[in-house]
């Protein structure tokens, strides 16, 4: 070893020893002839230092030429500080250097090695390696590694067995696009990586393997968002003769025993919502239920009086759905304010059509955008209603109202109480509530994509996903409206993990395919394997995946999952530090028989 | 759950409880009104009955329609068997089954679930879901789970981070053939998929990560051999401000660490060897040290007299080596298993011109296939030197020899000192002997693919690979002669592991490429981020990996690692149960803007 101790680990009972220690050159400060040099590993930052006329002058000299990030191994004695800092573990004492060498030079990095640094996200993806020195990312990495070490561990502690499936198997046509392989050895032919384990984790099922786990990459070739990446990891799971419960209570253990052991978070037990619910309450699937102003209708379900007709106001009398939030404490929001969240509303992303408000003031009058078509008492059996359902609304607050078609309504209502929350600081990253969301449909329906202008029914989930048993009559007469037994686990309002109860039987998985428009042939030919494996004696099993990066990211409380990945792509696909991907050889492209087309 | 207990728990201290278990139909016996079924599931296996009489009569005939491998659910309750079955831990009870419900049926498997299977491989690969259910092939996937677990123990015990590195990267010329990806967003550009991650680790160390490891998928698209995959896994490892010693004895570490929790077995401290003296001894870079039969040279290293010259043996007299072993007992060869010894040296595989035997008999007479030549006491010299150096020759056994090329002789005599330890049943799967081999060459030369018929330079370890540095100034007049800081770990004949202390400064690296052909401007376009991060601050470093599957195969006493990957591919690099490679659609080709040409 190059040295005795690492830079984090020396305190006052070191005291009089000889050490030697190897690390960055943090900041060197040179003042009235001394020099104290801040020494930094991963482990921590120690303080040197060299003094004019005390050490050797030629140590001294070259002490002195240090400049930032220089890789140098030092010995000397540990002493202690006169003036302690308190701030950092090694802080009550210094290391006396005696010699001194420098292992390699470093040049000016571009940015600061800081915690705030001065480089842009270019220049930081470019030097990656330097990015990574920062206490910030590292401690990202280092979440990373608990978070993972902690899945294992519970795992294991549940009888899973963590089994590697291949990362070279077949493109399917159903989901997202695949990144393909080309195989030399079968010129023409290509091997696919995996946007899941799926079919390989069902296999194990059907081999008896009764608890699989993994943490793996998988990919997808998506046009990039900010927040996604080619190549991502999941914590893949499956079991075997279980229910719905089942899974449930294992993954909410899961979750709670990273919480736990992570955090040092005892989240309480999971609450549960219907996807019916979640989206009538929320208008999202994956509702941020760190805060309330749920959704309260005033037109729309069929159960309840509509209060807005006879009014001669055509917005609402036209719409399928009237529905609103209370924001606490939001009547103290001006007619500027208030315009400015209309034009909020208004921007194509979120693309209402307009806004309506009813401000309940502190002194219990009202003052709506709609005073013209709603009397006071109108409005406040709006109030009342806003107050019926666990929620409350007081004066005070303010009502904000969408109206419209009901899905695009909800959805709209939705992206308006997420800002609303962000707004009010009620979205707190260092809070955590999660929530399981049940019962989602099995099909959603939508545009063919080889055959445009024409529809066909979509797996909400994937293929594999089990009907209710008792909605399976519905697939032939009513498919959207049969539930399928799946489940998403939500936590503050992004889904982290998702997964079903998957169809076990040949007939009914051949059912499914032909419901989402394959021909047996075409079945067949991609998933005839797994049909085959039915028929061998499969037994009921279910499962669910999560998404590592980004649960590593919520525990890190941070937004985006980039800063959790060691190597990250950006929204090309690009890795900007090795220029990757890159034009290949002639003669590789010859060997595999395959050639660019413009 | 769909059962209470599997089918592994039931004891003596269940008896009388009512029980619900699942799985799998092993066996069904019918005699006497009476039916017994075992049921299997991977925690065991169990044994139901019903009686004729006794059981109510529609469950009876429902029981006796259970075919093999169907999935049943089995209810009742649990009492001591009347005769015990000693062989499975459950052999005390059985269950009387009160009901059962069929939950899939199950057609007859195209071969036997049972250890030794009649499925040949092509079936039991086509069918790798039901060869997955057998004990022998679910143990070694369990064994392999544990050698992770075990390896994460110790990995994480020691202070290292997992991190995972990027599997879309950059293709790189030096070393095997990358699989390449196409990519959509950036059409006429690959990624490449890693065959290691090797400069993302360096560069992990680079960002002061100090300690850094990796259960990694690895990829190569290489010819197979019966024994490589296209896809495998490596145990990857990095350290920073150590030297060799550090990594010999962290890394003997571990292996030491999974034979003792794995196997129970104290391995005791691995014995290190040069590369120099491996070749000499053995003919070998990963000699089998569960036996001796040590070469001993006749005739070839400059310190050594001849004892074949001036005898008119015109073989030995033009042969640059003439070396031999001593097969203990292999006096009592016939004639006739010598002749075939000779054929089987020289087969094409080996390729050896022909085998001098000597045989020592019992009675201490020699008798010779070179006896024209050599008299007896010229003979009892050779046999005294096998007696020199720690290898003994003793009346009974039997001289091998082989001469010509000292390279080829070596690797031929090599095959021949394997093959006889075999044949003597010295290769016990259940006898571990560990070895590190040391110095070996940094560079080796070879053909250039690029120019046939000229040769250069190629890395023997990779391009990254440290010289020692001592033996730097040799790099511009002997390169052949310079030795790296390089190290394999072998097993039982088997490189495990190997690694080496790298290169961390620009210069040196540069230096480096341009040895091994690269012009200035190669170097940079594909390794120009790692010489660049070499000179922001880079630690001296260095590393190891272990081929994970290799590592289990042998943990598990196999030859192959196939059995011990859940879902290989055979030797055309074909997935035959999933049929991939496959044919993809035009419209995936047209988006990746690709063609595959004749």
Same mark, same amino acid.
């Given at each position: 070893?190059?040295?005795?101790?690492?830079?984090?680990?020396?305190?006052?009972?070191?005291?009089?020893?000889?050490?030697?220690?190897?690390?960055?050159?943090?900041?060197?400060?040179?003042?009235?002839?001394?020099?104290?040099?801040?020494?930094?590993?991963?482990?921590?930052?120690?303080?040197?230092?060299?003094?004019?006329?005390?050490?050797?002058?030629?140590?001294?000299?070259?002490a002195r030429t240090l400049g930032r990030e220089y890789v140098v191994k030092a010995t000397g004695k540990v002493v202690e500080r006169k003036s302690k800092n308190p701030n950092i573990p090694t802080?009550?004492?210094?290391?006396r250097v005696t010699a001194l060498d420098v292992l390699n030079p470093a040049k000016l990095p571009p940015f600061l090695i800081e915690d705030d640094t001065d480089g842009g996200d270019d220049l930081?993806?470019?030097?990656?390696?330097?990015?990574?020195?920062?206490?910030?990312?590292?401690?990202?990495?280092?979440?990373?590694?608990?978070?993972?070490?902690?899945?294992?561990?519970?795992?294991?502690?549940?009888?899973?067995?963590?089994?590697?499936?291949?990362?070279?198997?077949?493109?399917?046509?159903?989901?997202?696009?695949?990144?393909?392989?080309?195989?030399?050895?079968?010129?023409?032919?290509?091997?696919?990586?995996?946007?899941?384990?799926?079919?390989?984790?069902?296999?194990?099922?059907?081999?008896?393997?009764?608890?699989?786990?993994?943490?793996?990459?998988?990919?997808?070739?998506?046009?990039?968002?900010?927040?996604?990446?080619?190549?991502?990891?999941?914590?893949?799971?499956?079991?075997?003769?279980?229910?719905?419960?089942?899974?449930?209570?294992?993954?909410?253990?899961?979750?709670?025993?990273?919480?736990?052991?992570?955090?040092?978070?005892?989240?309480?037990?999971?609450?549960?919502?219907?996807?019916?619910?979640?989206?009538?309450?929320?208008?999202?699937?994956?509702?941020?239920?760190?805060?309330?102003m749920k959704f309260v209708e005033l037109k729309g379900t069929f159960d309840t009086v509509d209060l807005t007709s006879g009014k001669n106001f055509g917005v609402f009398d036209s719409a399928e759905?009237?529905?609103?939030?209370?924001?606490?404490?939001?009547?103290?929001?001006?007619?500027?304010?208030?315009?400015?969240?209309?034009?909020?509303?208004?921007?194509?992303?979120?693309?209402?059509?307009?806004?309506?408000?009813?401000?309940?003031?502190?002194?219990?009058?009202?003052?709506?955008?709609?005073?013209?078509?709603?009397?006071?008492?109108?409005?406040?059996?709006?109030?009342?209603?806003?107050?019926?359902?666990?929620?409350?609304?007081?004066?005070?607050?303010?009502? =904000?109202?969408? &109206?419209? #078609?009901? /899905? !695009? $309504?909800?959805?709209?209502?939705?992206?308006?109480?997420? %800002?609303? +929350?962000?707004?009010?600081?009620?979205?707190?990253?260092?809070?955590?509530?999660?929530?399981?969301?049940?019962?989602?449909?099995?099909?959603?329906?939508?545009?063919?994509?080889?055959?445009?202008?024409?529809?066909?029914?979509?797996?909400?989930?994937?293929?594999?996903?089990?009907?209710?048993?008792?909605?399976?009559?519905?697939?032939?007469?009513?498919?959207?409206?049969?539930?399928?037994?799946?489940?998403?686990?939500?936590?503050?309002?992004?889904?982290?993990?998702?997964?079903?109860?998957?169809?076990?039987?040949?007939?009914?998985?051949?059912?499914?395919?032909?419901? =989402?428009?394959? &021909?047996? #042939?075409? /079945? !067949? $030919?991609?998933?005839?394997?797994?049909?085959?494996?039915? %028929?061998? +004696?499969?037994?009921?099993?279910?499962?669910?995946?999560?998404?590592?990066?980004?649960?590593?990211?919520?525990?890190?409380?941070?937004?985006?999952?980039?800063?959790?990945?060691?190597?990250?792509?950006?929204?090309?696909?690009?890795?900007?530090?090795?220029?990757?991907?890159?034009?290949?050889?002639?003669?590789?492209?010859?060997?595999?028989?395959?050639?660019?087309?413009?």
């Amino acid at each position: 070893m190059l040295r005795t101790h690492t830079c984090g680990e020396l305190r006052l009972s070191n005291v009089d020893q000889q050490v030697t220690l190897a690390g960055w050159v943090q900041t060197v400060r040179d003042k009235g002839g001394v020099l104290w040099i801040d020494l930094r590993d991963r482990y921590g930052l120690v303080q040197l230092i060299l003094e004019e006329g005390v050490s050797a002058s030629n140590l001294f000299e070259a002490a002195r030429t240090l400049g930032r990030e220089y890789v140098v191994k030092a010995t000397g004695k540990v002493v202690e500080r006169k003036s302690k800092n308190p701030n950092i573990p090694t802080g009550d004492i210094e290391v006396r250097v005696t010699a001194l060498d420098v292992l390699n030079p470093a040049k000016l990095p571009p940015f600061l090695i800081e915690d705030d640094t001065d480089g842009g996200d270019d220049l930081r993806m470019k030097y990656r390696y330097l990015d990574l020195r920062r206490n910030t990312v590292r401690r990202n990495l280092e979440l990373r590694h608990k978070m993972a070490q902690q899945t294992r561990i519970y795992m294991d502690g549940q009888g899973f067995i963590e089994v590697e499936t291949p990362v070279l198997i077949k493109s399917t046509p159903e989901g997202a696009r695949d990144f393909v392989v080309p195989s030399r050895m079968n010129p023409g032919e290509f091997y696919a990586l995996p946007q899941s384990p799926q079919t390989f984790k069902q296999l194990l099922m059907v081999s008896g393997f009764d608890r699989y786990y993994q943490i793996v990459k998988c990919f997808r070739d998506e046009d990039l968002r900010a927040d996604r990446q080619p190549e991502f990891t999941q914590i893949d799971c499956e079991m075997s003769f279980i229910e719905q419960e089942d899974i449930l209570q294992m993954f909410e253990g899961l979750v709670r025993h990273l919480f736990k052991t992570v955090k040092n978070i005892d989240l309480p037990e999971v609450p549960r919502m219907t996807y019916a619910e979640a989206m009538s309450l929320y208008g999202s699937d994956k509702p941020d239920t760190r805060f309330g102003m749920k959704f309260v209708e005033l037109k729309g379900t069929f159960d309840t009086v509509d209060l807005t007709s006879g009014k001669n106001f055509g917005v609402f009398d036209s719409a399928e759905l009237v529905v609103g939030i209370c924001v606490p404490g939001g009547a103290s929001y001006t007619r500027k304010q208030i315009d400015e969240l209309t034009e909020w509303v208004k921007r194509p992303q979120i693309g209402a059509k307009g806004l309506i408000y009813v401000r309940y003031n502190e002194d219990r009058t009202l003052k709506s955008s709609v005073d013209k078509f709603y009397s006071e008492d109108d409005l406040m059996q709006w109030v009342a209603r806003f107050n019926g359902e666990g929620e409350t609304c007081q004066p005070g607050d303010l009502i =904000l109202i969408i &109206s419209g #078609e009901a /899905a !695009k $309504a909800r959805k709209q209502l939705s992206e308006l109480r997420l %800002e609303m +929350g962000s707004r009010l600081g009620l979205r707190k990253p260092d809070e955590f509530k999660a929530l399981w969301v049940l019962d989602f449909p099995l099909l959603e329906y939508g545009e063919d994509e080889h055959r445009p202008g024409e529809g066909r029914w979509f797996a909400m989930h994937h293929p594999f996903t089990s009907p209710k048993p008792e909605d399976i009559p519905l697939l032939d007469t009513d498919p959207g409206a049969v539930r399928a037994n799946a489940y998403d686990m939500v936590i503050n309002g992004t889904e982290v993990g998702g997964g079903s109860i998957r169809i076990f039987q040949r007939e009914l998985q051949a059912r499914m395919f032909a419901l =989402l428009g394959f &021909s047996p #042939e075409e /079945a !067949k $030919a991609q998933f005839g394997f797994l049909m085959d494996a039915f %028929e061998f +004696g499969a037994p009921p099993h279910g499962g669910i995946a999560f998404g590592f990066d980004r649960l590593c990211s919520i525990f890190g409380g941070a937004d985006s999952i980039r800063d959790f990945i060691a190597f990250p792509k950006n929204n090309s696909g690009r890795d900007v530090m090795i220029d990757s991907p890159s034009v290949i050889s002639q003669a590789q492209l010859d060997e595999l028989k395959i050639k660019p087309v413009a």
